[in-house]
Nanobody, 122 residues
Framework: QVQLVESGGGLVQPGGSLRLSCAVS????????MGWYRQAPGKQRELVAA???????NYADSVEGRFTISRDNAKNTVYLQMNSLKPEDTAVYYC????????????????WGQGTQVTVSS
């Protein structure tokens, strides 16, 4: 059973930073493409960033240059470093795992974390 556990969300002022973590257990982490999605109230869930098993990355235009996705295969963990946060970044952030692939805006992996709330407000 694959399990994803997110952590690191919280309340931050505009311009601040947060780092989200997603720990994966129950499978061979290194073969998974990983992604971070977010869902704001009343909006659809959208892809924020993704990373392949080989380390190639992809970002939504809205976060390019501010967010960085990375992975540590030794720790079975994927991270999302979020800098220069804006109020419009407020959402529940979800970690997603795709075995032998990579999450995209249209195709999502079968495994999800429980979500972590990020609130950007003064």
């Amino acid at each position: 059973q694959v399990q994803l556990v997110e952590s690191g969300g919280g309340l931050v002022q505009p311009g601040g930073s947060l780092r989200l973590s997603c720990a994966v257990s129950g499978s061979i982490f290194s073969i998974y493409g990983m992604g971070w999605y977010r869902q704001a109230p009343g909006k659809q869930r959208e892809l924020v960033a993704a990373i392949t098993s080989g380390g190639s990355t992809n970002y939504a235009d809205s976060v390019e240059g501010r967010f960085t996705i990375s992975r540590d295969n030794a720790k079975n963990t994927v991270y999302l470093q979020m800098n220069s946060l804006k109020p419009e970044d407020t959402a529940v952030y979800y970690c997603n795992a795709a075995p032998l692939g990579v999450p995209t805006s249209r195709v999502r992996g079968p495994y999800w974390g429980q979500g972590t709330q990020v609130t950007v407000s003064s």
